[in-house]
């Protein structure tokens, strides 16, 4: 992972033999280059804010630049006109802005064309260099002012080239934009997420990028109205206390649209209109708000259900009750990394990747399955609701899910032209919008705009691979159990 300023990177391929695989291994050595250089891009300038100039009050490191340095761990991705990737991990690291990268087997030849990317993937193995994944889901900050996290998402590509005397320069260009935001926080607490929201899906999460041609070309594959940053070790301890957040994104255009930011923190919700403006590509851009954060907590609607228990308008990471909100895996308080929903991501398993084999370390009522704990219902930490919105938010037991099944009618429903259930009390008429979101599993997004799927807090005590969810769809709707690695959504409840 990089660190921070990336400026002129050198490579040198360390090794000259050819994969016998590869379909370049029939050439003499003397067709193959012995240097490669690895150009740029520079730092990442800051864009005036709101046409004044930068002040030292908004600034990032020296108040000119988001720099980049490469360190260990860093791989290039490198493309030949005809065949598969090459895989170039870096080997040494002579300063910050230089580094050798070999190549191992493989080795590059003057008479063909390479392109080349970064951060590299080895699921480009099985892809073409017209379908490379940019994913900006599941960005977490550590700490406030901390940027680290932002090499991950720092996708950089150079168009098609030609070596020329023996070596091949690779001119990098950075494919995506940084917001940064300043937050002043009302009241001391730990921060858990900031969520930019806006009227339009312009927030793209998935895009595909080409370096097939000429230049480089991303194309937009999920759009999303919100993007949300997730924090670890950030807190407040004063009243209006600042905490600067980066978010990587793709180039926004924000302008006559209307935008929110929504801070969600341990001790509540708050909400902030954002200001218009363009977010260009390769710039970091300042991100402000009209007004200042006001308390934005969820409603709690009571339903004159017999339990007294309120539920909540939204899901966890939405702003709007018709807003799909984020995926959790049962037992996760955060969306699964890259949206991967699968046994080897699901949380407390210890080994195992089949209902038959899996063990977990937490949650479990057969010794089929690692040690018993006995333990039915998720504990605060381990509740999504509770880890994200604070307070008394959690997520309903399935005995609470079947309350409401019995209590309310559920009609099937267009809200802001999304699917899903209207429950109305049977009571007081008072209802709660729940949206077909959909679920995730493996990398794919299914049944969204015909299905909804929503976590209960219980383990199936029978079978404890499994939880109990809520799902349903235009002409059903009930509970049951499923595995506990998909990404099903979070409905909170309160007393």
């Known amino acids: 992972m990089r660190n921070i300023k990336l400026l002129v990177a050198s490579i040198l391929l360390v090794s000259m033999t050819a994969c016998t695989a590869d379909k370049q291994s029939a050439l003499d050595m003397q067709d193959y280059i012995n240097t490669i250089k690895f150009v740029g891009p520079g730092e990442i300038e800051f864009e005036p804010i709101s046409g004044s100039e930068q002040t030292k009050a908004t600034s990032v490191d020296d108040g000119i630049a988001l720099v980049f340095n490469w360190a260990v761990g860093d791989t290039l991705g490198i493309f030949p006109h005809e065949g598969n990737q090459v895989e170039f991990p870096i080997k040494t690291q002579s300063s910050s802005t230089s580094a050798t990268f070999d190549g191992g087997g493989w080795a590059l030849r003057n008479n063909a064309s390479y392109a080349a990317y970064y951060p590299f993937s080895v699921w480009n193995y099985f892809q073409d260099n017209k379908t490379i994944i940019m994913d900006y889901s599941g960005q977490v900050q550590n700490g406030n002012g901390s940027f680290a996290h932002l090499s991950a998402y720092d996708y950089l590509a150079s168009a098609k080239t030609m070596p020329e005397n023996n070596s091949v320069t690779f001119q990098m260009d950075r494919q995506g ?63 209006n206390e600042t905490v600067r957040a980066y978010i990587a994104v793709q180039p926004l255009d924000f302008s ?126 381990d509740d999504a609701a509770t880890a994200n919105w604070g307070g008394t938010w959690r997520m309903p037991t399935i005995e609470e899910w079947q309350e409401l099944l019995d209590e309310c009618t559920w009609t099937w429903t267009t809200q802001n032209g999304v699917n899903g259930r209207l429950v109305t009390s049977n009571t007081n008429g008072n209802s709660i919008f729940l949206p077909a979101a959909g679920y995730r599993y493996n990398t794919g997004l299914g049944l969204a705009g015909s299905d909804g799927y929503y976590w209960s807090s219980s383990l199936s005590t029978d079978y404890p691979y499994r939880a109990c969810y809520v799902d349903f769809y235009s002409d059903y709707y009930g509970w049951g159990y499923y595995y506990r690695y998909d990404g099903f959504s979070v409905r909170p409840v309160t007393e």
Request: charged share 20%; proline share 6%.
């Open 256 to 381: 006559n649209k209307t935008v929110t930011a929504t801070l969600r923190t341990n001790s509540g919700t708050y909400t902030a209109p954002v200001v218009s403006r363009v977010v260009n590509k390769g710039k970091a851009a300042f991100l402000r708000f009209s007004d200042n954060f006001t308390n934005g907590t969820p409603g709690a609607v009571d339903l004159g259900l017999t339990s007294g228990l309120k539920w909540a308008t939204c899901n966890v990471g939405a702003n709007a009750p018709e807003e799909y909100g984020d995926y959790f895996a049962w037992g996760a308080t955060a969306p699964q990394e890259s949206n991967y929903y699968y046994w080897d991501t699901c949380p407390f398993r210890t080994s195992g990747d089949s209902w038959d084999n899996v063990k977990f370390s937490k949650y479990n009522t057969s010794s089929d399955y690692g040690p018993i704990d006995n333990n039915t219902v998720l504990d605060p930490e």
């Open 177 to 239: 934009s940084i917001l940064y935001i300043d937050i002043v926080v009302p009241e001391p607490a730990t921060i858990t997420s900031l969520t930019i929201s806006c009227d339009e899906a312009i927030f793209v999460e998935k895009a595909a990028l080409d370096i097939s041609g000429d230049t480089p070309a991303v194309t937009p594959i999920e759009t999303r109205e919100s993007l949300t940053l997730k924090f670890e070790n950030t807190a407040t301890t004063r009243e």
